[in-house]
C-alpha cells in the first residue's frame, strides 16, 4: 500500500496513524471494570434466595455513539441494540413463578412473573413509537422471549412510577414521553432465555460464578428472574462524566428443606450440581455474601463452611445487618474450590413470619362472563403514613369503568391526590391507570375497580382461548422509611456489596403483584362445523320428506280384504327374491290402476 | 408367519448393516452454506411428543455442525417449562431418559403464539418486516441447502398449527415455488412427520426438492411409547429412528440419503415411509447425508502470518496509576441521579 503512494503522502499517512494510534491509547486503557458477586438469604420460611449480580462498567455513553467503538467486556451484541435504537435506560426481566413478599421480605430486583421492560430513550430520538417496536424486535432476537408482542396494544407511558433509575436531569426525568413500559405476564422462562442471557458475560459460563448456572437446577425452583438493567451512572466522586452500568441478574429461591428431609441445610453442590471451582479472570471483585439477619434471629446453632473470609455488621436505615463475605478467589486458591455449605443442628420450626411493611394482594371479583372487578389490598404496618403510588395496566378487551374506581380504608373513602388514566381504545390502546394516594398507619387499603368483558373477533382468539387471559400485574411504588427486609442496592451504588456502606435514610420500593388469569366469552369453535353439519341434516330431512311426498304414489289398502293363511306364508318367502318383488309390485301397481279413483277422494279428504 | 417376519427383519437389518457406503467419488453438492427450519406445530401438553420430535432433530444438526444462527426453530409450545413437566428444563425422547434432546444451550427463534402459518411461509420466502431480528430470519442464497422439517397432526393435504389454523400442501408448494424464483436454496430437503404425510409433499413442482415423509395418505404416524412418569407419549416413531439412524453419523461421515430413506421400516413404524426423489437432480444414493444435516465450512488459507495482541495481558498502566486522560472539567454541572418518587412524602 505505502509503495504506491509518494513520500509526501506517506508522511502525511503516518501522522494520520499517529493520531489515530494515540486516539486507540486512550481508548485501550482498562476503562471499563467486571464485577460478580452473589448474594444468599436463607428465609424463615425455609426457602434460600441466590441473588447472582454480574455488573459490567464501561467509560463510554449511548449519547456519545463514537464511545461504543472497542468493546472489551462489554457484550457488543447488547451494545450494538443500546446504540442503534438511542437508549438511555434499559431494564429487562424474564421471570418464572411469583415473589412472595410475605414470606420473602423484598427481592433485590423486583420483577412481575413473566417478562417486563420498561426503557428510557434518549431525548434526540425523533420517532419514539418506531423506535420502541424496533427495539422490541431486536431484543426478542436477542433474548428469544416473544418481546415482538409489545406493541402499542401492550405498551403504556406511565407517568410517576417509572423515573429513570441512573443519571437524568430533573427536566428530562418528569417527561414521560421518553419512556415505555411494556410487560407480558404469559410469557414462559426457560433454557432458551438463560442461553443468550450467559453470552452476554465477558467470562460466558465456562468460569466463575456463572458455572452454577445450570438450567436444570435453576428451573426446577419456586422463583427464578433473569435481568437486564443499564443506566448510565457517575464515573467519578465528583460525577462530571457519566459511565454506562450493565448489571445482569438471576435470582433463584429454592426450598432445601424437601431435599434434607426437614432440614434447612444446603451446599452448592446439592442445589447448582457443582461447587465453585474458578474465578472469572476478567473479574476485578467476586465475591458471596450471605445475609445472616435470619440466622441470628432462628435458636438453631448454625454452622457455615467455610468460615467466612470477613464478617460484616453494619446499619442500614436503622436494621442492623450482618454479612458473611467469601472471597471466590482467596478461597479456590486456599481450597481449589468453594463448595459453600450451611449446617442447622435441628429441623426447620414453622412459625408466624413477620411480613415487610408493605406488600399487597390482588385479585378477581364477581361472576360470570359478562361484568367482573379488579380489587387490590395493601397492607402498611409501620407507624407512619406513606404515598403510594398504584398502576395498573388492563387490556382493552377488559373495559373499565372509569366511576368504579374506589380506595377505601377500613371503610373510609380515601381521595387520591392524583389520577393519571388513559382510557383504552378497542385493538390500539390498553386502559392506564396511576393512583397517587396515603396509606394510612397500621392500616389496609382497598382499591376496587369494575370492568365489563368485550367480545372478541373470530380471529383474535389465541389457539388456547379457553385457558384465559392475563392481566398485568399492578406496581405499587412507595418510599419506606427504614430497610427491615429491603435488600436492594442503594441507587448511587452499581454493587451489592456497597449496600454495607449505604447511609441513606429514605428506601425506594417498587412492588408488583399477582397477574392475574381472566376468562372471557369464548365462542365454542367447532361451532361452525356443528352449523354445517345441523343445517346439512335438517336439509336433508327437509328435502328427503318433500321429495317423498311429490314424487310417490299413495296406495291404499284395503283393510277388509283377507288374506289366507297360505298366502301369508307364501308372501314370506316371496319377500327375499328380489325378482319376485318386482313382480309383485308390478302386479300391485295393476292394482293400484283399479283403486286410483279411491285415492283420488282419499286425497282430498288428506289436503281439504 | 411371525418366524418369518422376524426372519426378514434380520435379514433387512443385516443389509443395512453390511452395506458399506460406496467408496466412489460423491458428485460435488455446489452448495456453499447449509440452513435449517425446524417447525414443530402443535400446542398443549399432550403433544409433547412433536416437541420432542423437533428437538431431536434440532440437536443432531446442530451436532453436526449447524450454528443456530442458521437454524431457525419453531415450537409452538413450551414443554421444557411447562408445569405439568415433573423434570423442568428437559425433553427427553425416551423414557430411559438416554437424551435430553432439549440440551443446554437451546435457542428458540419462534415459539408459543409466533408459530403460525404466515410466520412459517414468511421465514420460508424471507418476506418479513425490516425490524425482524436476524436470528428470525431465513437468510439463505442460492447456493443454500435447507432442511425443511415439520411435525404436528395432519391430513391429507394438510397440517395444523397450534390446533387453530393449517397450512395446505398448495401453499407449501407455492412457498417453494416462490422461494425457488427467488433464488433462496440450491437444495431443499423436506422432512415430515405427521400422519398422512405424504400428502404434503406430492404437490411440490419446484426443482431440487428431496423429500421424505413418516406416512402414505391414508395412513396414520404413530408414536413411539409413553413414559409413565411423564404420562405422555415421548416421541413419534419415524422420528424416533431417524434420530436413532442419525446419532451415529459424524461430521465426516459418508453415509448417504438413500440409508436414511431406509429407516424405519414398515416393521417399525407401523407406517409406511415414503420419498419423493422426481425432482432432486442427484442420486440419493450418492448424495451423503451431512450435505442436509451438516455444516459446509469453506476453509481459506492464507500465506501471510498474522499477530494478535495478547487482550488478556495486563496493561502497562492500571486505571489507577495512569493520569486521567482528561483534566477534570472545572465549571461543568455536576450530573446527578433521578428521583424516583415524584412525590411529597
Known amino acids: ?608 | 408367519m411371525i418366524f418369518a417376519i422376524l426372519l426378514s427383519l434380520s435379514t433387512s437389518v443385516l443389509t443395512v448393516n453390511t452395506a458399506n457406503p460406496p467408496v466412489e467419488e460423491f458428485f460435488a453438492s455446489n452448495h456453499t452454506n447449509n440452513w435449517a427450519v425446524l417447525v414443530d406445530a402443535s400446542r398443549f401438553w399432550f403433544n409433547y411428543r412433536h416437541v420432542a420430535n423437533v428437538l431431536s432433530i434440532y440437536r443432531s444438526v446442530k451436532r453436526l455442525g449447524i450454528p443456530d444462527s442458521h437454524i431457525i426453530l419453531m415450537v409452538a409450545d413450551d414443554m421444557a417449562c411447562n408445569p405439568r413437566n415433573p423434570r423442568p428444563a428437559t425433553v427427553f425422547n425416551n423414557a430411559n431418559q438416554h437424551i435430553n434432546v432439549y440440551g443446554d444451550d437451546v435457542e428458540v427463534d419462534y415459539r408459543g403464539y409466533e408459530v403460525t402459518v404466515e410466520n412459517f411461509i414468511r421465514v420460508l420466502t424471507g418476506r418479513l418486516s425490516p425490524s425482524t431480528p436476524r436470528s428470525k430470519r431465513l437468510l439463505s442464497d442460492e447456493r443454500s441447502n435447507i432442511l425443511v422439517y415439520m411435525t404436528g397432526h395432519g391430513g391429507d393435504g394438510f397440517l395444523k398449527f397450534q390446533d387453530s389454523e393449517e397450512i395446505s400442501s398448495v401453499e407449501l408448494a407455492d412457498a417453494f415455488q416462490q422461494m425457488w424464483q427467488k433464488r433462496r436454496y440450491h437444495e431443499i430437503f423436506f422432512m415430515i412427520d405427521t400422519c398422512q404425510a405424504e400428502s404434503m409433499f406430492q404437490k411440490f413442482y419446484s426443482p431440487n426438492i428431496l423429500a421424505v415423509a413418516s406416512s402414505k395418505v391414508g395412513e396414520d404416524s404413530l408414536s413411539h411409547h409413553v413414559d409413565p412418569a411423564i404420562g405422555v407419549y415421548v416421541i413419534d416413531r419415524y422420528t424416533y429412528y431417524a434420530l436413532e439412524f442419525l446419532e451415529n453419523v459424524q461430521p465426516g461421515s459418508k453415509k448417504t440419503m438413500d440409508q436414511f430413506f431406509k429407516v424405519c421400516p414398515r416393521i417399525q413404524c407401523q407406517s409406511t415411509v415414503s420419498v419423493r426423489t422426481d425432482l432432486f437432480q442427484r442420486d440419493p444414493k450418492k448424495t451423503i447425508i451431512t450435505d442436509f444435516f451438516g455444516s459446509v465450512r469453506n476453509v481459506e488459507l492464507l500465506t501471510e502470518t498474522l499477530n494478535l495482541q495478547d487482550s488478556t495481558a495486563e496493561l502497562s498502566c492500571s486505571k489507577d496509576k495512569c493520569p486521567e486522560d482528561k483534566p477534570p472539567k472545572s465549571g461543568v454541572q455536576p450530573l446527578s441521579y433521578a428521583k424516583q418518587f415524584p412525590m411529597p412524602n
Open chain 1, 1 to 608: 500500500m505505502d509503495a504506491s503512494i509518494g513520500p509526501w503522502h506517506r508522511t502525511r499517512c503516518l501522522l494520520y496513524f499517529k493520531i489515530i494510534f494515540l486516539f486507540f491509547k486512550v481508548y485501550a486503557l482498562p476503562d471499563d471494570t467486571f464485577s460478580e458477586e452473589l448474594l444468599v438469604k436463607p428465609f424463615e420460611s425455609g426457602q434460600v434466595l441466590f441473588h447472582f449480580q454480574f455488573t459490567t462498567l464501561w467509560n463510554a455513553s449511548t449519547a456519545e455513539p463514537g464511545s461504543f467503538t472497542h468493546y472489551r467486556l462489554f457484550p457488543k451484541a447488547l451494545g450494538d441494540v443500546l446504540v442503534k435504537y438511542q437508549v438511555q435506560e434499559l431494564h429487562l426481566s424474564l421471570t418464572q413463578g411469583l415473589w412472595r413478599y410475605e414470606k420473602w421480605g423484598y427481592p433485590p430486583e423486583d420483577a412481575p412473573p413473566g417478562v417486563e421492560l420498561w426503557v428510557w430513550f434518549l431525548p434526540t430520538v425523533s420517532n419514539i413509537d418506531k423506535t420502541w417496536s424496533d427495539l422490541v424486535n431486536a431484543l426478542s432476537g436477542l433474548f428469544c422471549a416473544s418481546l415482538n408482542f409489545m406493541d402499542s396494544k401492550s405498551t403504556v407511558l406511565p407517568r410517576w412510577s417509572f423515573r429513570p433509575m441512573g443519571l437524568a436531569s430533573e427536566y428530562y426525568s418528569f417527561d414521560s414521553r421518553f419512556m415505555r413500559y411494556s410487560a407480558l405476564p404469559k410469557e414462559i422462562v426457560c433454557t432458551e432465555n438463560l442461553t443468550p442471557w450467559k453470552k452476554l458475560l465477558p467470562c460466558l459460563s465456562r468460569v466463575g460464578l456463572a458455572t452454577l448456572l445450570n438450567a436444570m437446577k435453576l428451573y426446577d425452583s419456586y422463583y427464578s428472574s433473569l435481568g437486564i438493567h443499564v443506566r448510565p451512572v457517575c464515573r467519578t466522586q465528583t460525577c462530571t462524566d457519566q459511565s454506562i452500568e450493565l448489571k445482569q441478574t438471576l435470582s433463584v429461591v429454592f426450598d432445601p428443606t424437601i431435599s434434607s428431609s426437614g432440614y434447612q441445610n444446603w451446599q452448592l453442590r446439592s442445589l447448582f450440581g457443582d461447587p465453585l471451582t474458578s474465578q472469572c479472570p476478567l473479574a476485578s471483585i467476586s465475591k458471596v455474601y450471605l445475609d445472616k439477619a435470619h440466622l441470628q434471629s432462628s435458636d438453631a446453632t448454625v454452622t457455615l463452611y467455610p468460615e467466612p473470609d470477613e464478617v460484616v455488621n453494619f446499619t442500614r436505615g436503622r436494621e442492623k445487618l450482618t454479612y458473611a463475605v467469601w472471597d471466590i478467589g482467596r478461597q479456590i486458591s486456599r481450597h481449589q474450590q468453594l463448595n459453600l455449605a450451611i449446617h442447622y443442628n435441628r429441623k426447620i420450626h414453622y412459625g408466624e413470619i413477620n411480613p415487610p411493611p408493605v406488600y399487597a394482594q390482588r385479585f378477581i371479583t364477581g361472576f360470570g362472563l359478562e361484568k367482573g372487578g379488579i380489587t387490590s389490598i395493601i397492607y402498611n404496618n409501620l407507624d407512619t403514613n406513606l404515598t403510594a403510588i398504584y398502576m395498573e395496566t388492563i387490556p382493552w378487551f377488559l373495559r373499565l369503568y372509569f366511576s368504579s374506581i374506589t380506595i377505601t380504608n377500613h371503610g373510609i373513602v380515601v381521595k387520591p391526590y392524583k389520577i393519571h388514566y388513559v382510557p383504552g381504545k378497542d385493538r390500539a390502546r390498553n386502559y392506564q391507570l396511576e393512583l397517587v394516594f396515603r396509606l394510612r398507619p397500621h392500616s389496609v387499603t382497598k382499591i376496587s375497580m369494575q370492568f365489563e368483558r368485550a367480545f372478541l373477533k373470530w380471529t383474535e382468539y389465541p389457539p388456547d382461548a379457553n385457558h384465559g387471559f392475563y392481566v398485568n400485574s399492578a406496581i405499587i411504588s412507595t418510599v419506606l422509611p427504614d430497610a427491615y427486609n429491603y435488600t436492594a442496592s442503594p441507587q448511587t451504588s452499581s454493587l451489592l456489596g456497597d449496600s454495607t456502606r449505604d447511609n441513606s435514610t429514605e428506601f425506594f420500593l417498587r412492588l408488583h403483584t399477582e397477574t392475574l388469569l381472566v376468562s372471557l366469552p369464548t365462542p365454542d369453535f367447532s361451532m361452525p362445523y356443528n352449523v354445517i353439519c345441523l343445517a346439512c341434516t335438517v336439509v336433508a330431512i327437509v328435502f328427503g320428506s318433500i321429495h317423498n311426498l311429490t314424487t310417490r304414489r299413495f296406495i291404499a289398502v284395503d283393510p277388509d280384504k283377507q288374506v289366507g293363511i297360505i298366502q301369508k306364508i307364501k308372501n314370506k318367502f316371496k319377500r327375499n327374491k328380489p325378482e319376485e318383488i318386482v313382480a309383485e309390485l308390478t302386479a300391485s301397481e295393476s292394482v293400484d290402476q283399479k283403486n286410483e279413483s279411491d285415492i283420488k277422494t282419499k286425497k282430498k279428504e288428506e289436503m281439504g
